[in-house]
């Protein structure tokens, strides 16, 4: 037999470790090609990881919960055919061709850890070099990666974790009846997000009472579980749900609110900087201390977007999908672009040149269980306003799930950041790296507002009025582009009529 190792490859995008979420098979398990093994989480999304190989487990060589390099060791599979261990390069390892998520040579010099949709910075983790594919050695000369192996005891196997979504049904007799308390073979029964939330609120799933079917746990009995007095469960350190620095689609809220645990006897809780949160604070640093920002604000009377919005909520067309005041902004900007293309650039210093953007890819500022990403749309300008509709509605429900891919985070042009959602009324948001303006959307609110009608008299009424900020990078756009930008953005929101004629 030939027991082959695949080793953690490497995901794309600079990123050089992800941590073990859940199994999807266990030792004795028979695999074919392109069968989902493993899914790990990055500090960008879940990802769920194909064996190249058909045969049958032969040990799992890390734990759900390790941390665990590129190029790490993580499965062992019997091929089934005869020949010395380890007889073809390990995915990811020595004398294997580095490729990224998508099967494309990764390019071996090295890059900086950074989030998607950010660009290089300072202080950021250099990804080791990787290996590019050796020259083939004389018949019978043992390569570099069998003399590793010879010279290298064989990692030992992890005793495999019982799956929990995949695994056949107990029989009706034996299921775990609702109320009684999850487990499988040791391990509470959880899907992942679940498992996300409890490790968010400091929750102890052996602790917590299964209500779902065959006993799994759900996001009811974390919740429910956590809201209880603490001397009535056990409490541990845990990661808080991170506060988002700016706004968020209101698709993309996560539901339940995380709260510290006060009075549990803890007078401080310490929480590891890692995953997305440390990307996110690396590539902020990096941001407001490289582009020069400015930021200018404008208040509005949004009256008739709000208008446009309701009828649009009540035809066919839009029926099927979700209509808020951030389409008309996302598409409204989009116009505004068209009419200040400047606003749509970058500032390329290795080079010393303005990149001007040609297209809008545009981005979301979104809050999910994993932390603030800024997925993006992909040609927004192409698109039409239910186009737009769909593509904001796919954006926030995969942002939600944590499963927004490296693709998605990666190339935007210019950023939303809705802080209305929270009942805020603006903000100076920082510039995506990679970016030169953002725009800061805030809640709509009713309020007097002056009128004039056509007489020119003068009158107060209740207008829905809102505020739009916009902060832009001052070296490549000026205080006219970006005042001229906002006011334009600002007329479009007021009478969302002219984008048919500026448009």
Known sequence: MAIKTFNLPDPGEGLVEAEIVE?????????????????????????????????????????????????????????????????????????????????????????????????????????????GAQAAAPAGTPTETEQVAAATPAPEPVTPTPRTDSAPAAPPATSAPAGAPASDGGRPRAKPPVRKLAKDLGVDLTTVTATGPEGVITRDD?????????????????????????????????????????????????????????????????????????????????????????????????????????????????????????????????????VQKNYVNLGIAAATPRGLVVPNIKDAHALTMLELAQAIGALTATAREGRTQPADMSGGTMTITNVGVFGVDSGTPIINPGESAIVCFGAIRKQPWVVTDAAGHDEIVVRHVTQLAVSFDHRLIDGELGSRFLSDLAALLEDPAQALVWG
Do not use: C
């Open 222 to 354: 974390v919740t429910g579980h956590h809201a209880r007095p603490a001397a009535a469960h056990a409490t541990s350190a845990h990661e808080s749900q991170p506060v988002a620095a700016s706004g968020h689609s209101a698709a993309a809220q996560t539901t339940g609110e995380v709260r510290m645990p006060f009075g549990s006897g803890e007078r401080e809780t310490r929480t590891p900087v890692k995953g997305v949160r440390k990307m996110t604070a690396q590539a902020m640093v990096g941001s407001a201390f490289t582009a020069p920002h400015v930021t200018e604000w404008v208040t509005l009377d949004v009256t008739r977007t709000v208008e446009l919005v309701e009828r649009l909520k009540g035809s066919r067309e839009f029926r099927d999908v979700k209509v808020t005041p951030l389409l008309v902004l996302a598409r409204a900007l989009v116009v505004a672009i068209r009419r200040n293309p400047g606003m749509n650039a970058t500032w390329d210093e290795a080079a010393q040149e303005i």
């Open 23 to 131: 199994w999807k098979v266990a030792v004795g398990d028979s695999v074919k090609v392109n069968d989902i093994v493993l899914e790990v989480e990055t500090a960008k999304s879940l990802v769920e990881l194909p064996i190249p190989w058909a045969g049958t487990v032969s040990s799992l060589l890390v734990e759900v919960g390790d941390t665990v390099d590129v190029g790490t060791p993580i499965i062992a599979v019997d091929d089934g055919t005869g020949g010395a261990a380890d007889d073809a390069p390990a995915v990811g390892g020595a004398g294997a061709v580095a490729t990224g998520a998508t099967g494309a040579p990764v390019d071996a010099t090295p890059t900086e850890a950074i989030l998607v949709g950010y660009g290089a910075k300072a202080g950021a983790t250099a990804r080791r070099p990787r290996k």
